[in-house]
């Protein structure tokens, strides 16, 4: 089961808070490098692997590298302890659209909660959630390779508090998948960092589509 591990918090003055988000930031690339080296040790020995699918896998591991980067710039530019949620999933989807979408195959559609600043910690958990929804409906919704829709939006509800949905039109999820028990490694790391959060994830089946949808309380 993967589990992700907080660490101690530093203070909390401003200079305390840059501290730990960068701490935040050094534990998800190491969670990264762990994966990566997870996933290595699951190939099997002397054997070639088509093409595109170690293609696809670099391209989804650029995707959580880039994520985990963009948040650092956005903080080291800013020079402040919070992230702009609005300007952070941009960055995410910009970079998703750059590592995985083939030119002209997939539209992206933004509507998102203006002035919503969220601590590194928040930000970073958030980030890589919405970078694994992305990349199942980049990769997944429309397997023929037609042309699709994503839309990615925020919200503040006052029974849910912050709610993040990602939600595409194409085929769904496959018959008899459970999200909530897979062990897939794109479910698995949405789940955990739901859990970080202390957020509920959900799946929607739609008629068309499938939406997934982060709700964190404020």
């Given at each position: 089961m993967l589990k992700i591990m907080d660490a101690p918090a530093p203070a909390t003055t401003l200079a305390g808070e840059l501290v730990e988000a960068n701490h935040r930031i050094a534990n998800n690339l190491g969670l990264?490098?762990?994966?990566?080296?997870?996933?290595?040790?699951?190939?099997?020995?002397?054997?070639?692997?088509?093409?595109?699918?170690v293609r696809g896998w670099l391209r989804q591991m650029s995707l959580r590298i880039d994520t985990v980067g963009r948040l650092h710039r956005i903080l080291t530019d800013n020079g402040q302890e919070t992230v702009d949620l609005s300007k952070y999933l941009r960055e995410i989807s910009d970079a998703a659209m750059l590592s995985?979408?083939?030119?002209g195959q997939s539209e992206i559609l933004i509507d998102l909660e203006t002035n919503c600043p969220l601590s590194a910690k928040q930000a970073a958990a958030i980030g890589l959630v919405v970078g694994?929804?992305?990349?199942?409906?980049?990769?997944?919704?429309?397997?023929?390779?037609v042309s699709g829709k994503i839309a990615i939006?925020?919200?503040?509800?006052?029974?849910?508090?912050l709610?993040?949905?990602?939600?595409?039109?194409?085929?769904?999820?496959?018959?008899?998948?459970?999200?909530?028990?897979?062990?897939?490694?794109?479910?698995?790391l949405m789940r955990a960092f739901a859990n970080q959060l202390g957020a509920r994830l959900e799946f929607e089946r739609r008629p068309i589509g499938l939406c997934i949808r982060l709700e964190l309380p404020t």
């Amino acid at each position: 089961m993967l589990k992700i591990m907080d660490a101690p918090a530093p203070a909390t003055t401003l200079a305390g808070e840059l501290v730990e988000a960068n701490h935040r930031i050094a534990n998800n690339l190491g969670l990264i490098a762990g994966l990566l080296r997870f996933q290595a040790a699951k190939l099997p020995e002397a054997a070639l692997l088509p093409t595109q699918e170690v293609r696809g896998w670099l391209r989804q591991m650029s995707l959580r590298i880039d994520t985990v980067g963009r948040l650092h710039r956005i903080l080291t530019d800013n020079g402040q302890e919070t992230v702009d949620l609005s300007k952070y999933l941009r960055e995410i989807s910009d970079a998703a659209m750059l590592s995985l979408s083939m030119e002209g195959q997939s539209e992206i559609l933004i509507d998102l909660e203006t002035n919503c600043p969220l601590s590194a910690k928040q930000a970073a958990a958030i980030g890589l959630v919405v970078g694994e929804a992305l990349t199942n409906a980049l990769k997944y919704s429309h397997p023929t390779g037609v042309s699709g829709k994503i839309a990615i939006r925020s919200r503040r509800s006052g029974e849910r508090g912050l709610v993040i949905e990602v939600a595409d039109d194409g085929v769904g999820l496959p018959e008899g998948f459970d999200p909530h028990t897979s062990e897939s490694t794109g479910v698995a790391l949405m789940r955990a960092f739901a859990n970080q959060l202390g957020a509920r994830l959900e799946f929607e089946r739609r008629p068309i589509g499938l939406c997934i949808r982060l709700e964190l309380p404020t």
